[in-house]
């Protein structure tokens, strides 16, 4: 299986600020990553697939990149509504493994 | 709209069966895979199963292999996970998720979780 390393499990955050999230694949998975966001007691949500490809509706503070085994996502002005749990999920093969997760605080 | 309810979750003792459902409205259900998630408390994601649109081909995590069992059916819009010889490690919030697509394509769509605790 591969492994999807994310970096830093938490981080303290203020409204405004950037927010950089890593993401390291076990072995190179193209650019077949997406990232979701959880809030609290509710389901994920994705934001970006494909690595880069920013889904309807997401706001573009929300912006990602990489490929092979290195990724970043980024939110560049952090607004109230975006502290939440941020992971990571590789697609190249099954089972298609998550990141341990970001919370952002 | 896109809509996943999750059904079936609940208190169970080690080594007890249980059979999750989740049913699906607003799309086309048997054109697209459909995927097991769960997260145990406080924890991360953990991807569990899949199965692709024909309810032919079946994927599982190694931590269920054998215990765990996906299957769908097309004409009632209803996705299935069958979990056996539970353990206290399977205890987690369940979701189901809509594949965009095939098994290896986003999960652009969740339910809201059913929870399973697996305790004597």
Known sequence: DIQMTQSPPSLSASVGDKVTITCQASQAIGNFLNWFQQKSGKAPKLLISDASTLETGVPPRFSAGGSGTHFTFTITGLQPEDFATYYCQQLFTLPLTFGGGTRVE | ????????????????????????????????????????????????????????????????????????????DTLYLHMDNLRAEDTAVYFCAKNAGGASRPLRDWGQGTLVSVSS
Request: include cysteine.
């Open chain 2, 1 to 76: 709209e896109v809509h996943l309810l999750e059904s079936g979750g609940g208190l169970v003792q080690p080594g007890k069966s249980l059979r999750l459902s989740c049913s699906a409205s607003g799309f086309t259900f048997r054109s697209y895979a459909m995927t097991w998630v769960r997260q145990a408390p406080g924890k991360g994601l953990d991807w569990v199963s899949a199965i692709n649109a024909d309810g032919d081909k079946t994927y599982f995590a190694d931590s269920v292999k054998g215990r765990f069992t996906i299957s769908r059916d097309n004409l009632g």
